[in-house]
């Protein structure tokens, strides 16, 4: 059996870059993720992951990740916890995957991912590592999505129950019945927002086959190449933005400066749009950029031009550093690069989940490639 292991920091910084520019926009938080890395790095711990078909159809496989809004604390949230008492301690335990293993009787062989960014690639990696076990290289999403039912395992039916949970307060949760993906994603919403945040979250326990005939495999090591190649790219004076278009085989398609970004925090997902004005070969043009956690549909000079299910990756102009939606801010120069989604969300049931109209918007999908 292969393992590819993150030896050094340098491994861990190129693992990170990666995921969180394929994040579009979501995914977590990358500050979070990098400490995760650097602990677990102190700590001697190996972070590696197998192919998934290294595994038997019949071995055991289950998720760990966060879920909840990317919004910023506010001041707001804040008073509100003040008032009730509460303290507010993020950690990253292994409590929810641990008890699902306990609960299940299931002996696991890895840990599955269940999408890509800064947050939810690492903490799965970390977890898998302190259970003794490799990740799988691969995600549920080749991506990040905002909801549950947008991963690969609701589209083949799968069961995403028994799910347990631990929020910032410590608070410690169960949902073991076999509800809809709608359903679960509604009360795993209420869950994080009761906690006032993000919690950790483990599920989607299924045997190795279900999980091969669902998974967009080698995803993790596509993250490490992507981050080395943009990294590789600043050290000789290349353009790391190029190199990043290459990479994941896309196509850059603005340039421009943050002159408004509006936002809310709303029934657990951070909604908003960034708004840009061209710069260079772009002066004069415009680009609006709206998000659900993640980058759904871009519109430049008032028209659609790239949506979900294909990605929307911002980045720094001149250094091809990612911006999450929870970092964007007024002044910053941004590089938008589009890239085709998953053949999986090109489908009829996938354009239904994660298409335009999916999140409101009077429009069917037009694929990138067409509208270019």
């Known amino acids: 059996m292969k393992k590819t292991v993150l030896k050094t920091w340098q491994d861990c910084e190129d693992y990170l870059l990666g995921c969180t520019i394929m994040g579009t926009g979501g995914g977590g938080d990358p500050i979070a993720g990098g400490k995760l890395l650097a602990e677990a790095l102190d700590q001697g711990l190996e972070l590696a992951w197998i192919s998934a078909t290294d595994l038997s159809d019949n071995d ?24 009730l008492g509460l303290h507010i301690h993020p950690k990253y335990s292994d409590w929810p995957i641990k008890e699902l293993v306990r609960i299940a009787g299931a002996k696991l062989s890895a840990i599955v991912p269940v999408e890509l960014g800064g947050l939810n690639s690492v903490y799965p990696l970390v977890a898998s590592a302190r259970l003794g076990l490799p990740c799988v290289d691969g995600d549920y999403a080749g991506r990040a999505v905002p909801e549950l039912v947008q991963l690969t395992p609701a589209l083949s039916g799968e069961t995403f129950a028994p799910i ?180 999986i969300y090109r489908t009829s049931k996938g354009i239904e989940v994660l298409g335009p109209r999916h999140f409101g918007f009077d429009m069917d999908y037009v694929p990138i490639e067409a509208a270019l």
């Open 60 to 83: 055991w496989v289950a998720s760990a990740f966060g879920l909840g809004s990317i919004a910023p604390p506010t001041e707001e949230r804040q008073k509100e916890i003040n008032r």
């Open 164 to 343: 347990y949970s631990e929020d910032l307060l410590g608070n410690l949760r169960c949902i073991d019945e076999k509800v809809s993906p709608d359903i679960l994603e509604d009360l795993c919403r209420k869950i994080s927002q009761e906690g006032f945040g993000v919690c950790l979250m483990a599920g989607l326990l299924m045997r190795g086959a279900a999980m091969k005939a669902s998974i967009v495999p080698n995803t993790l090591t596509n993250c490490l190449k992507l981050g080395k190649a943009i990294r590789e790219a600043r050290t000789k004076g290349e353009d790391p933005v190029q190199a990043l278009v290459k990479g994941v085989g896309g196509w850059k398609v603005f340039e421009g400066e943050v002159h408004k970004k509006e936002w809310e925090d709303r029934q657990g997902h951070m909604y908003g749009t960034t708004y840009l004005k061209g710069i260079g070969e772009y002066i004069g043009q415009t680009m609006e950029i709206w998000f659900k956690n993640e980058n759904h549909l871009a519109r430049k000079n008032g028209k659609p031009l790239i949506m979900s299910p294909d990605l929307i990756i911002t980045v720094d102009v001149d250094s091809a550093e990612p911006k999450t939606n929870t970092m964007i801010a007024q002044g910053d120069r941004l590089a938008v690069i589009g890239v085709k989604g998953q053949q």
